[in-house]
């Protein structure tokens, strides 16, 4: 983040008029705010009575779009691309010269003196946590979108998979909520599984259906050259469990569905034997909320991704990559993995004595366990709701860690961080 600030002299002869002040946005800024400040003898009430200096605001960006006016309301305004102060347009920020839009409203003699100050915080990586697994009144829920919008920004989430039963009609007109990212999905619900087909508002043409093996990697196939990324649901549900043969027509596992379960647990020992068969797929989660229930919430879990953007492109490209854990809420646990520079999701290269660097942070409850393709190690406790520690992993294909109550078949899964690979 930098600032800097100007001071520009509006003299008496200026007032009634509206002009422009330059000022500079360099590449690479994610938010500009612009605040001001300036001499007013008399404030509150009084103005209405009495002569004072009143300054308007506007702003016009790089590439001399109108973003928007706020007169004399706000003495700092903000832009970005998914929130920007009210009255404001949110888009990417252009570099280039911007100008702020000056009303000179009523100037005193022989004039006043503006400070203005400019603040530019950068595009970097940043933790953001969403639901990826959402259903509305375009199929089976009660909310429809932007209520389920609302509700995200109510909890604190940055983005939301609203994933409606083999239908996209709702992708075509998805509201506009600042603070919200909308990730384009389908739930394709099929007698043998279900998956979330990501990131295209119309993943399929014409038609769902598939009766065979060879049909349903015909569809998934299309799918995925439209740009969508795949992810198969709960695959070991008792209800809907994933019962295709091909294990390799999906990009990503949902771990975790719903409120943790023995489904869960199944779920996740599922893509650890795939992982320890050498495929490299990230896990993600959702709640696959319908409606307001005693045991499914919304929100829980969530897939929190560490992204450069609150773009859908970037949220989706991140978890590809594997830059995400699930967690039970926003205000669940926070885990973070590195080896020797890597960060989860990465691909590492063993070096002599090399330590796994953990740590886990807003844990109440429940101990952090190492999971290797040798197998489970349970770790030390935590202290003061923080757990960090380096250890080996020498011969390790892959790490990841889980937080959870108990073990076994009737453990309770609080986090689950995607793995560090080793080569």
């Not at 919304?298 to 991704?305: I, S």
């Not at 796994?356 to 709701?385: C, F, M, Y």
């Amino acid at each position: 983040m930098e600032s800097y600030s100007f001071r520009h002299f509006v003299p008496k002869e200026k007032e009634g008029t509206y002009y422009t002040v330059d000022f500079t946005v360099p590449q690479d800024a994610a938010r500009v705010t612009v605040a001001y400040t300036y001499a007013q003898p008399v404030k509150g009430v009084l103005r209405d009575f009495l002569p004072t200096n009143v300054i308007d605001f506007g702003l016009m960006d790089g590439g001399g779009r109108f973003l928007g006016w706020s007169g004399s309301a706000h003495k700092s305004v903000f832009i970005s691309e998914f929130e920007s102060t009210h009255g404001y347009l949110c888009e990417p920020v252009r570099a280039g010269t911007w100008k702020i839009l000056v009303g000179a409203y009523h100037v005193l003699p022989p004039g006043v003196e503006v400070t203005y100050t400019v603040t530019l915080e950068e595009a970097r990586e940043r933790l953001l946590f969403g639901d990826l697994h959402v259903h509305s009144t375009a199929s089976d829920g009660k909310f429809d979108a932007y209520a389920l919008g609302q509700m995200a920004k109510k909890r604190g989430l940055d983005f939301l998979g609203l994933a409606n039963h083999n239908n996209f009609a709702e992708n075509l007109r998805l509201p506009y909520i600042p603070g919200v990212t909308f990730v384009p999905a389908v739930e394709w619900t099929h007698y043998k599984g279900h998956m979330n087909f990501f990131g295209v508002a119309a993943p399929f043409e014409n038609s769902f259906v598939a009766n065979s093996e060879a049909e349903m990697r015909a569809l998934v196939d299309a799918v995925r050259a439209r740009g969508a990324v795949v992810s198969v649901n709960h695959p070991k549900c008792p209800i809907c469990p994933y019962l295709w043969e091909s294990d390799d027509a999906f990009d990503m596992v949902e771990i975790w569905n719903g409120p943790s379960r023995p489904t869960n647990l199944r779920g996740l020992a599922y893509w650890t034997g795939l992982l320890k068969a050498g495929r490299r797929l990230p896990a993600v989660g959702g709640s696959d909320y319908h409606r307001p229930g005693p045991f499914i919430r919304f929100g829980n879990p969530v897939t929190a991704v560490y992204a450069p953007s609150a773009r859908s492109a970037d949220i989706l490209e991140s978890l590809r990559a594997g830059r995400a854990f699930v967690t039970s809420g926003k205000s669940g646990p926070r885990l973070f993995l590195s080896y020797a520079g890597t960060k989860m999701g990465g691909e590492a290269a063993h070096v002599p004595g090399g330590l796994l660097h953990i740590e886990a942070a807003q844990l109440r409850g429940g101990r952090v366990w190492l999971v290797t393709d040798s197998g489970e190690q349970k770790l030390g406790r935590p202290r003061r709701g923080r757990f960090a520690a380096d250890v080996p992993v020498e011969g390790a294909r892959f790490a990841y860690i889980k937080v959870q109550t108990g073990a076994g078949g009737h453990a309770l899964l609080h986090a689950v961080s995607n793995p560090i690979y080793f080569r």
